[in-house]
């Protein structure tokens, strides 16, 4: 039995002070594309939840929809009905035999909420009128109040009451923009996708800037942080990417002898960069997909010293997650078959042999001060940067299939 009706409940944080019609208006924003595809769709909003009329709406596409929107703590494909206590009866009668098990019984409650509380039925009354009213025309089922398989929900509302019994888990955090805009270091590997990922959960807005070494990385390394980024996009709708030339830079870092200090350098080199094209878009952050001590630029030491390339705030989503946990993540938003694809970027080029994990500051300072135009550099790495702006859709991979 189709729903008709999606009941989206909105995170409790996005609830409170003055943000909540900010919270709200974001959600409604992000919805629009599935009015777009289905004009007749409707959306309503309530306190503290948005009803969304299906009409001839899939709600497999509701569905999808809803499960790249943050800031959302839940939702349920629900039915519609009347407040007459026999159309919820029905209603609830439908739903149920259509869960009957032919291999036994089952066990199911019902939970009934009023917020109508001028309807002549309480919630204790109503949920013995309901389920009285399924044992008496089911043959399947058996009532467990304590630990059910099945739960029956009947939600008594003003004008209308809703009838359903599934609660899908939403994404949480907050929507999308609603806490200001970051500027994502995204390379080609497993982790920097999921911070951009995290970011967004929590309402940061994000642009992704990756560094590229042509033509020491191949023309399958850019095309995957386009699939990388396009993923992202699937959350956002759009997503810029800026492309960083980055080859002179290392070669002299490289040519300077420090190798020990290769990857510390070029990561502050990073950092000054993506933070000139931040103040250009207006970010106030950087994202990095750094975990603490998981490899020799990790350490805490080594962090130190690359953070303190940047004035604005280095935040870093997987500082103390595992590999295996940020491996799950990727997995649940589409990119770990991305990111694993055999192409380097250039992070993974001129890595030493021996990098430090305990470096000072006041070294590394030293070693950029003795490499001759280093700043210029940097300048002419951000005025030679691209911006593309990826759609969410499919990747470069699929069209080639395709054709």
Known sequence: ????????????????????????????????????????????LEFGRIHIDLQETPYEAAAEVLDKIFGLASYSPAHRVSLELEDIREKALELMRELESPEGKRT???????????????????????????????????????????????????????????????????????????????????????????????????????????????????????????????????????MVPFTDIQVKLKEQGRENLLVICMKRAMLRIAEQLAERRSAKALITGESLGQVASQTLASLDVIGRAAQIPVLRPLITMDKGEIVKV????????????????????????????????????KVEAMIPGLDELIRLAVEGTETQVIEAGQSARELDELF
């Open 1 to 44: 039995m189709n729903p008709n009706t999606v009941i989206v409940r909105l995170g409790e944080l996005t609830l409170k002070g003055r943000n909540r019609h900010r919270f709200e208006k974001r959600v409604l924003q992000q919805l629009q594309p599935l009015r777009e595809q289905y004009p007749n769709t409707g959306i309503s």
């Open 108 to 242: 199911f409650k019902v939970a009934a909420k009023r917020s109508n509380k001028k309807y002549p039925h309480d919630s204790m009354a109503l949920m013995q009128l309901v389920g009285g009213h399924i044992l008496r025309h089911t043959q399947g089922w058996l009532v467990d109040v304590h630990h059910p398989e099945v739960t029956l929900w009947v939600d008594i509302r003003d004008k209308e009451a809703f009838v359903f019994t599934d609660i899908v888990p939403g994404s949480g955090g907050y929507p999308l923009g609603t806490n200001g805009k970051g500027m994502l270091l995204l390379s080609g590997g497993i982790d920097s996708p999921v911070a951009g990922w995290l970011s967004m959960r929590m309402g940061l807005e994000i642009e992704a800037v990756h560094f590229h070494s042509y033509p020491y990385t191949s023309e399958r390394a850019k095309r995957k942080v386009e699939d990388l980024a396009r993923e992202l996009a699937r959350y956002s709708g759009t997503l810029k990417l800026h």
């Open 330 to 365: 990727s997995e649940k938003i589409g990119t770990f078959p991305i990111s694993i694809q055999p192409y380097e970027d250039c992070c993974t080029l001129f890595l030493p042999k021996s990098p430090s994990t305990n470096p000072s500051i006041r070294t590394v300072e």
